[in-house]
């Protein structure tokens, strides 16, 4: 009886197979290497991988930002590079396409987002990098990144009275590192402010004016209390903004007659939450209406108002927002100029100073590396 197919090609199959292995034990002999990566290659690979696991954890879990200005002294200075945990008020998914680490990529594409769970809800107090709501790109995910302390929470209401935040009617104390102007009221004009007692304060910044009597500085509250201490200094005060028009124009909203130190009350949206809307409210509440929650806004020739064509008088949110302020209350472009922040723009919570470089000094900071952000 003859071969069936099968034994035929199975008895070629393993033919080849046995000139291939006397091939390999041929080249072996002859002192021939069978083929492997160059090390170019084992480096390339090396590194796509790296890059991948990268943009991988970058995306999902945290980001790396560097502080560019000093709207957090003293907590946060110019050139402190932070660890910002997304996880814990949960990942946002991307919404564009772009070369990673850099600011390019696919403009007129974009993806639907959601949010992941996260494990902690943002708490007063958190220092949380975002999205710059006022930024004119189009795309949340690509506006310019900024940090502030979050003082004011969904559903709140919350004033600033002489510089005191008050959060319900109830007052928020400074938080510790916090820094803004004081005026110092000295006893006898003559005596200056020692310059190495200054330095050692944090004090870099003072301001003589015409009044001898009187001189202002940037400081924490601990460093002017500190000289409210000294013999020949009466009382130490906070320096209030003076209410004019520069400031009336440059609030949110304007035209409110606030300034950055005397500011609201205004209630902060929070999801779900419905809002009569009036003459004062439209004011406040217009821009997050068209600009964050995706609707027409217009006022109809009766003065009515009109959200997507439909005249309403009121309307609800339909996520959460917050208020945020700078630690270096004077020296901050913050919510009080630009109005609140909504969940979509928040990115994280920064944990962690992982690196800092003074440039004045050009050297790094090395009592500030791996510190904890209160």
């Known amino acids: 009886m003859g071969k069936s197919r099968a034994d035929v090609r199975k008895e070629q199959r393993q033919q080849k197979k046995a000139e291939r292995q006397n091939t390999k034990k041929g080249d072996a002999a002859s002192g021939k290497s069978v083929p492997q990566k160059g090390k170019?290659?084992?480096?390339?690979?090396?590194?796509?991988?790296?890059?991948?696991?990268?943009?991988?954890?970058?995306?999902?879990?945290?980001?790396?930002?560097?502080?560019?200005?000093?709207?957090?002294?003293?907590?946060?200075?110019?050139?402190?590079?932070?660890?910002?945990?997304?996880?814990?008020?949960?990942?946002?998914?991307?919404?564009?396409?772009?070369?990673?680490?850099?600011?390019?990529?696919?403009?007129?594409l974009t993806f639907p987002?959601?949010?992941f769970p996260g494990f902690t809800s943002i708490q007063r107090g958190d220092a949380v990098v975002f999205n710059w709501p006022d930024d004119d790109v189009d795309v949340i995910e690509r506006r310019m990144h900024y940090i502030k302390r979050i003082m004011g929470l969904p559903g709140e209401a919350i004033q600033v009275i002489n510089k005191q935040v008050s959060v319900d009617g109830e007052a928020i104390e400074f938080m510790t590192g916090m820094q803004m102007y004081w005026n110092i009221y000295k006893s006898d004009?003559?005596?200056q402010l020692n310059p190495s007692t200054l330095r050692e304060l944090g004090i870099g910044d003072v301001i003589q004016g015409a009044n001898q009597s009187v001189v202002q500085l940037i400081a924490t509250e601990?460093?002017?209390?500190?000289?409210?201490?000294?013999?020949?200094?009466?009382s130490v005060e906070p320096a209030i903004a003076p209410n004019n028009s520069v400031y009336d124009a440059a609030m949110y909203p304007p035209g409110e007659g606030w300034t950055p130190d005397n500011y609201g009350p205004v209630t902060i949206p929070q999801e779900g939450m419905s809002v009569e809307l009036t003459a004062d409210s439209w004011k406040v509440y217009e821009t997050v209406i068209s600009r964050y929650e995706g609707h027409s806004?217009?006022?109809?020739?009766?003065?009515?108002?009109?959200?997507?064509?439909?005249?309403?008088?009121?309307y609800t949110f339909e996520q959460d927002y917050f208020f945020a302020m700078g630690d270096n209350r004077d020296n901050s472009?913050?919510?009080?100029?630009?109005?609140?922040?909504?969940?979509?723009?928040?990115v994280g919570k920064a944990l962690l100073v992982y690196f800092s470089w003074d440039k004045d000094a050009m050297l790094p900071r090395f009592g500030r590396l791996l510190s904890v952000i209160q």
């Open 113 to 115: 987002h959601f949010r």
């Open 40 to 108: 170019m290659r084992e480096w390339l690979d090396a590194m796509v991988f790296a890059v991948v696991v990268m943009v991988i954890l970058r995306t999902l879990f945290f980001d790396l930002f560097r502080i560019p200005t000093p709207s957090m002294e003293k907590n946060l200075l110019v050139g402190d590079y932070l660890f910002v945990s997304k996880v814990h008020y949960g990942t946002r998914t991307p919404m564009t396409i772009g070369i990673p680490f850099t600011s390019i990529y696919l403009k007129g």
């Open 297 to 314: 806004t217009s006022r109809g020739s009766s003065g009515e108002f009109l959200v997507d064509g439909q005249v309403v008088t009121d």
């Open 333 to 346: 472009e913050d919510s009080r100029f630009w109005g609140f922040v909504p969940m979509d723009h928040v």
């Open 189 to 191: 004009p003559r005596v």
């Open 222 to 234: 601990q460093a002017a209390r500190t000289i409210e201490a000294l013999p020949w200094v009466d």
